[in-house]
C-alpha cells in the first residue's frame, strides 16, 4: 500500500509540473509554511529521526494567512494590499527505505487567493479571488546521521528540490528550479521535552522582481529554524516554532528580503483504535516583515505516520509482579549487534510506560538470549551486550538505572528446537524478569 501511494503521488507532481513548468518566469513567493513531510513531532521543523523500512506517513494541513504580502510606506504602515488572502492546503507523503533513508514530497494548493494586482493604478485596482492554484511542489530525501533513540541527540541531513509547479504571477512560486538541503539537529530531555534547531541553504537564480524596489530582490538564501515539542502526556502535546528564511548578501539589512514567523499549537495524538494519526492547531504571526511574513495565521492538520511495520496486532505488555513482565512481540536488533533497530521502540517504550506506573517494582532483570550459531562465547558476549542495550534504553526513557539489571545467558536457555529456523527464532529474544517488589 505504501509503494502504491508513493507512485501514485510521484505521478500526480509529474503531471502538474509537465502543465505549469512551461509557464514560468522568476517571482517571490507568499507559500513560506511547508510542512515536514515525513510527520513527526514539529509542524515546519525536520526531526533527526527517519521512517523505518517501509513504514509512511500521510497527510495535510489547511492554513490561513491574512496580508502576507502589501504595499507599506517608508513608516511600515499599509498603503495597499498585494495578496491580502491565502488560504494553502498542503498534501505530503513520504515513506522509508531503510532505517536511515526516507523519500517525501509536498504539494502546496491555494485554495484561496485575494490578490490585488500590483501593476494596476491603486485608484483602479481592485482585489480577485483566485481558486485551485499551484504552489511550487517540494521533493526531498533525508539521511540520518546519528540517532537520537541511542544518544538523547540525533542529527539528519535533508537536501530537497523545488519544481516550478507555481503561478508565480499572483507569487505562489518562484518560477525556477531551486535545491537545497538543511542539517536537522534535535535533543530529547527525559522523553518530556523535545527541542529541534535547523540550518539550511536554498540556491536561487539573482532576480529583481519590482523594478522600482531596490531590495525586492531574489537570492541564495539561509534557513534558520528552531522548535520545541513539550509531552504533556501519551495523547498531548505543546508545540512552538520560529521560522526564517533570509538572503544572504543582505541578512538582516531589510526585512523584505528576511520572511520570520512563529508558530504555537498543540497536538492530539490517539493512543487507542488509531495509533499512528495526529491531529495539529496552531496559530502565529509575522515577526518581520517581509515577503509572506503574514498579520496572523491559523493552521490545522492530520497526519496518519506508519513507523510500526511489524505484525498489525497491538503490542501487549502486562505485568505478571510475582514472576516476569511479558511481552508478545519480538525486540529486533541490527545484525550482528546490540542495536536495537527502530521497529521495536514501542515494544520497549511499553515496558518503559508499564514501569513508571508501577514504582513498587524495585528491581528487573533484563535478559539477553540468543541462539546456537556461533561459538559460545561469542553468543555470551552479544546476548550481554544487547540486555545491556534493552537497559540503556529504559534508562533513556526515564527510568532509575537501579531498578534494572542486565544479564546475558547467551545460548544456555533455549525455550525451543535450535535445529529449526523457527525455535532458534523464538530463542533469540528478551525478556524481563521482575526480582523485588516492594511491600505493600
Partial sequence: MARKFIKLLAMAVFALFIANSAQAAHNADVITIN??????????????GTLPQ???????????????????????????????????????????????????????????????NPNQPAATATKENLYGKMGDVRLEMKFRLLDI????????????????????????????????????????IKNRVFLALNAGYRNYANTRYDVNNANAVIDDSLILNGGINVRINDSWAVLGEVISEGVIKSYWQNQLQNPAEFLVGGRWTPQSRAKGLTVTAAGGRGITTGIGSPDFRVLVGVNYRRAEVGPPEPVAVEAAVEEKIVITQKIH??????????????????????????????????????????????????????????????????IESSRLAAVGYGETRPVADNNTVEGRARNRRTEFTVVQIAPQ
Avoid: C
Fill in 35 to 48: 510542512p515536514a513531510t515525513d510527520g513527526g513531532k514539529y509542524l515546519t521543523m525536520y526531526q533527526s
Fill in 333 to 398: 536488533f541490527e545484525f550482528n549487534k546490540a542495536v536495537i533497530r527502530p521497529i521495536s521502540y514501542p515494544i520497549v517504550d511499553d515496558v518503559a510506560y508499564l514501569l513508571s506506573r508501577n514504582p513498587q517494582i524495585n528491581l528487573v532483570r533484563v535478559e539477553g538470549h540468543t541462539d546456537w550459531i556461533g561459538s559460545d562465547a561469542y553468543n555470551q558476549q552479544l546476548s550481554e551486550r544487547r540486555a545491556n542495550a534493552v537497559r540503556d534504553y529504559l534508562i533513556g526513557k526515564g
Fill in 149 to 188: 533513540n541511542r544518544y538523547h541527540v540525533g542529527l539528519a541531513i535533508i537536501p530537497f528540490f523545488y519544481f516550478p509547479t507555481g503561478k508565480e504571477s499572483t507569487f505562489l512560486g518562484n518560477g525556477m528550479w531551486s535545491p537545497g538541503g538543511i542539517l536537522a539537529f534535535d535533543a530529547d
Fill in 54 to 116: 517501509w513504514g509512511f506517513n500521510a497527510g495535510g494541513y489547511i492554513d490561513y494567512a491574512f496580508e502576507p504580502l502589501e504595499y507599506a510606506d517608508a513608516s511600515g504602515r499599509r498603503r495597499r494590499g498585494i495578496v491580502d488572502d491565502l488560504l494553502m492546503a498542503n498534501i505530503m507523503g513520504a515513506i522509508g527505505w531503510t532505517d536511515w533513508w526516507s523519500t517525501g514530497v509536498n504539494v502546496p494548493l491555494a485554495i484561496w487567493e485575494g490578490y490585488i
